[in-house]
């Protein structure tokens, strides 16, 4: 059984119910709605209702926020608001940001700084309400790990991992509910720190996630990603995993990962 952690379906040019509707078939028996903003995070619930086995995340995107400068208590607020009336189905928060490498050329600083803020009153928000985060840090590795100590925040995801193991590991000893979640980033050959993370954390810490309509799997690369492709994933990690760790058999793999994301959306 398989489980898309991170998942734009809304972005994709297919239908939203037609991609849903082949879930089944293949395998895939829960995905996380992944939203940018407020609006969005609202159809996504609307969807979550709709289909009981996917459910939704909900955030505002740090970069959107810098372009059209509103107000973080205001949204943060929002959100609040979104959470209290849908706790069933909103199942994260999505995403805390820090990166780097994306920063607004013009104000570098300030965008860092909006991120940081962000990050920290999501952060608050989600313990207030015991959920996990989803955290999307690239090229910030060091003020990533400083954030999460200085709020104490346990339960989180690193989403779609594009640092290295010494990272992986130490977010691994310092909280216990951490997770690490891969990508199609995990197949390729330059990614060599991403390769090295996934076949030598432990199992109980993976995640498999496909971040469509990004990232299609080279299988199907000229296509656009969506939720099914996610069995590409899993089979990377096998291969990976096949040298390093002796007892993991493909078929403990993928039920130790479909638990591993049982267990941090606390669905049962």
């Known amino acids: ?35 940018v903003d407020i609006e969005s995070s609202k159809t996504c619930i609307e969807l979550s209702k709709k289909y009981n086995d996917t459910f939704c995340s909900v955030w505002i995107h740090p970069c959107y926020t810098y372009k059209n400068k509103l107000d973080i208590h205001e949204n943060i607020k929002k959100l609040e608001d979104l959470i209290e009336n849908n706790r069933k189905h909103i199942k994260a928060i999505w995403e805390c940001w820090l990166d780097n490498y994306h920063l607004n050329k013009e104000n570098p600083n300030k965008e860092q700084e909006i991120q940081k803020q962000y990050f920290i009153e999501q952060i608050k928000l989600a313990q207030k309400y015991d959920l996990p985060v989803v955290i999307h840090t690239r090229e910030a590795k060091e003020e990533t790990l400083e954030i999460i100590k200085k709020t104490g925040l346990k339960k989180f995801i690193l989403h779609c991992f594009s640092e290295d193991l010494d990272f992986a590991m130490k977010a691994i000893y310092y909280s216990n509910e951490c997770k690490i979640s891969f990508s199609w980033i ?53 291969k990976l995993r096949q040298e390093n760790w002796k007892n993991e058999t493909n078929e403990k793999i993928e039920k130790t990962i479909f638990e591993n994301s049982l267990k941090i959306f606390s669905i049962k």
Not at 12 to 31: A, F, M, Q, S
Not at 218 to 238: A, S
């Open 1 to 35: 059984m398989l489980f898309d952690t991170h998942s734009h379906i809304f972005l994709c040019k297919k239908d939203n119910d037609d991609i849903i509707k082949t879930l089944k078939e293949n395998n895939v028996k829960h995905i996380i709605h992944i939203w």
């Open 186 to 238: 995990v197949t390729y050959k330059k990614a060599e720190n991403v390769i090295k993370t996934a076949a030598n954390i432990p199992l109980e810490k993976i995640l498999i996630e496909t971040d469509c309509p990004y990232l299609s799997p080279q299988k199907v690369r000229w296509e656009e990603n969506n939720p099914i492709n996610v069995k590409y994933n899993l089979e990377q990690i096998i």
